[in-house]
C-alpha cells in the first residue's frame, strides 16, 4: 500500500535536512504508529506524503498503491486515496461545512470517473457519520472549523475520512489538545473505520491514543530517521522510560 525508500527531505531555500533516509510499509489493513521526541521528521514526514509547499526531496521515494506520490499534485494524491488529519485543523470562514463535504466527495469522485452524490444521498450519509462522532446538526452548518472547540476539530476531521474513505490515512498527532472524551470519540471514529483495505499511518506523542486505536505496529523516529520498530509493547516501553534509552543505544 504506502512504500517509502530512503525518503530524504530538506527545508526549500535551506540547507537544513529534516528527513535523512526514512524507509516505512504500509500495508492494506494495518495500522502503524509513528512515536518520538520533537524536532523528530514526524510531521515532516506527513506534510512531504500529502504534498505541502516549502519542502524539497533530496533522494527517496514513496509510493501509494505503485503510484508515485511525489510526483503527483496534492488534489492527486488525496484522489488516489491519501488523506491526512491535521494537527492544527484551520477555519474557512464563509464557507459551510456540508458544502465543503460535499464538494470534496464529489470532486474526488469526479477526479476517479465515479458520479456524484445528489443532494439527498449526500445528506443521508453526513448525518449517518456525524452521529457516531456525535457531531450535532449545528456543528454541520456552520462555516469549515469557525468556533469550534479543539475537541469539535479534530471530530471534523474524522468526519471528513469518514466521508472520503481514504484508503490511506494520516493522523499527525490528532490527539494533540484533546480531553480523554474527545480522544475516545476520535479514536471510536478512526476504528470504525478500519479495514482490510484501508491502512492508517498515527504520529503520536503519547501512548494513551493507542490505548484506543491498537497499532499493529510502533516505530520510533529521531533525527529524521527511523530508528526501532516494535509491535505495541513499544510504545508502553516510552511511556515508561522515555526516548533515553532507546535514542542511546540507536544514535
Known sequence: MLEIRNLQVKLQDEDKQILKGVDLTVEPGKVHAIMGPNGSGKSTLSYVLSGRDGYEVTGGSAHLDGAD????????????????????????????????LRTALNAQRKARGEPEVSAGDFLKLVREKAKTLKIDAEMLKRPVNVGFSGGEKKRNEILQMAILEPTMCILDETDSGLDV????????????????????????????????IRPDVVHIMADGR???????????????NGYADILAEAL
Not at 498515527?202 to 484506543?212: A, E, G, M, N, P
Not at 527511523?226 to 516510552?238: C, H, Q, S
Request: aromatic share 8%; hydrophobic share 45%; no cysteine.
Open 226 to 240: 527511523i530508528i526501532k520498530t516494535g509491535g505495541p509493547d513499544l510504545a508502553l516501553e516510552v511511556e515508561k
Open 69 to 100: 506520490l511525489l510526483e503527483m499534485e496534492p488534489e492527486d494524491r488525496a484522489a488516489a486515496g491519501l488523506f491526512l488529519a491535521f494537527q492544527y485543523p484551520v477555519e474557512i470562514p464563509g464557507v459551510g461545512n456540508m458544502t465543503f
Open 181 to 212: 472524551d474527545a480522544m475516545r470519540l476520535v479514536a471510536d471514529g478512526v476504528n470504525a473505520l478500519r479495514s482490510e483495505g484501508r491502512g492508517f499511518l498515527v504520529i503520536t506523542h503519547y501512548q494513551r491514543l493507542l490505548d484506543h
